[in-house]
Nanobody, 115 residues
């Protein structure tokens, strides 16, 4: 069993920054992908940023140049640095970890961008 826990969400004004953290623990032999998704009210969950075990990254177009994903393989952690936040970034952000053929999700952390 793998446990995934996110932290770092909150309320921020437009133009502000937040850093999300995600830790994975439990029966982990090797983690392939560590990803951030988000789901806004009334919308489908979407992939925001993805990072492979080798460090290759993917960003959805709407966050390119503003968000940065990084990971610490030794600690089984992944981070999402979010800068220049916009109201449309408001959502519940979920961490997703791929271990072998299985996918694990955290409980989500709320990010609200509002003045």
């Amino acid at each position: 069993q793998v446990q995934v826990v996110e932290s770092g969400g909150g309320l921020v004004q437009p133009g502000g920054s937040l850093r999300l953290s995600c830790s994975a623990s439990g029966s982990i032999f090797s983690i392939y992908g560590m990803n951030w998704y988000r789901q806004a009210p009334g919308k489908q969950r979407e992939a925001v940023a993805i990072i492979s075990s080798g460090g290759a990254t993917y960003y959805v177009d709407s966050v390119k140049g503003r968000f940065t994903i990084s990971r610490d393989n030794a600690k089984n952690m992944v981070y999402l640095q979010m800068n220049s936040l916009k109201p449309e970034d408001t959502a519940v952000y979920y961490c997703n970890v791929l271990v072998g053929s299985r996918s694990y999700w955290g409980q989500g952390t709320q990010v609200t961008v509002s003045s």
